[in-house]
């Protein structure tokens, strides 16, 4: 822990990344979609799009200041807000000013350009609020303490959705409220810690389609049941992080601190797009409490599911499978 002779903020900045696209050598720039960042395991994989030659990205960033920054009585002045891009293995620093997105609000915003000659792997992301403090400029206010990654060659941010996957016998098992899914080949519980899956094993092969890890058709169809998997549990925490959320005073709702904000942080730029979180997060809130909206709003929470879920690609995979299958037997 690191002592300061003078007053700070004593919460973390919150960063989060709101957008990431490619320039490309003729000078165009292919805009990423969601699936190209994840909130949960806080990385941007920029070898998404498949484009090698790339050469540099642009990621949008949102950092939420603590609470007290703006405090008229506070003891510092000449904010600033600082985006810091560090790579260990190349030895690049670059800093990138964020800007206030409203007069006297806590929400800063900006982008970070990434040169793909400087980087051989992967980045680390930060923000830092530095001010002017007992006459001192340039003194550190407040940072993040979860870091981001930025990784200039995956095609997908590591981990996914973190999930408890357990397998039980839906009609035997000792957790009798199981017993009225005996029929089902999974289930998803959100109600825990984490949300788990729980898989029917009472379901003959299902077990082991589950775990093939063969290259053959099998690993095809058991990468499209685990998408279909994810897309069921995407949807399930969705509805569970909505279902019970904080309202300050004043009606507007408050992000979950656990993996319940981290999943509507990720699924919110889908459902409703093209504004901050914080608005859209209010906006799905009018609609689940109000009279009207919330049944409209079913299909897009759904569409975010199934990209978060990368359904698309395991569907294409299993159908380039099934091709090669049937080419082979008529061979």
Known sequence: MKFYPYKRLNRPITLRVTSASLRLPDGTRDHLDTSAYSTQQRTVALGVAQHEDWVSARIGLSATLPPGVNDPDAPWSELRVLAVLTDGETNVHTAFDLKQDTPEGKEWSGVVEVFRDDHVGRARLAVQAVATIDGVPGRSLAETDDDWTVDVAAEEPLGGLALDVK???????????????????????????????????????????????????????????????????????????????????????????????????????????????????????????????????????????????????????????????NKGEKA
Do not use: C
């Open 167 to 325: 397998q039980a016998s839906f009609s035997k098992s000792s957790r009798e409220w199981l017993h009225a899914y005996s029929d089902a080949p999974w289930i998803v519980d959100a109600s825990g810690r984490l949300p788990a899956v729980l898989v029917n094993s009472d379901i003959e092969g299902f077990s082991d389609l589950l775990g093939a890890e063969s290259g053959g058709i099998e690993s095809k169809v058991h990468e499209m049941l685990v998408s279909q998997m994810a897309t069921d549990v995407w949807t399930a925490v969705f509805h569970s992080s909505v279902g019970d959320l904080e309202v300050e005073p004043d009606g507007t709702p408050v992000f979950p601190t656990d993996w319940q904000g981290e999943v509507l942080r990720e699924m919110l730029p889908d459902v409703v797009p093209d504004v901050l979180p914080e608005e859209a997060l209010r906006r799905v809130h009018r609609r689940r409490t109000g009279d009207a909206g919330w049944v409209e709003l079913q299909t897009r929470i759904h569409y975010a599911a199934v990209r978060r879920a990368g359904a698309s690609k395991a569907l294409t995979n299993a159908l380039r499978g099934l091709q090669q299958l």
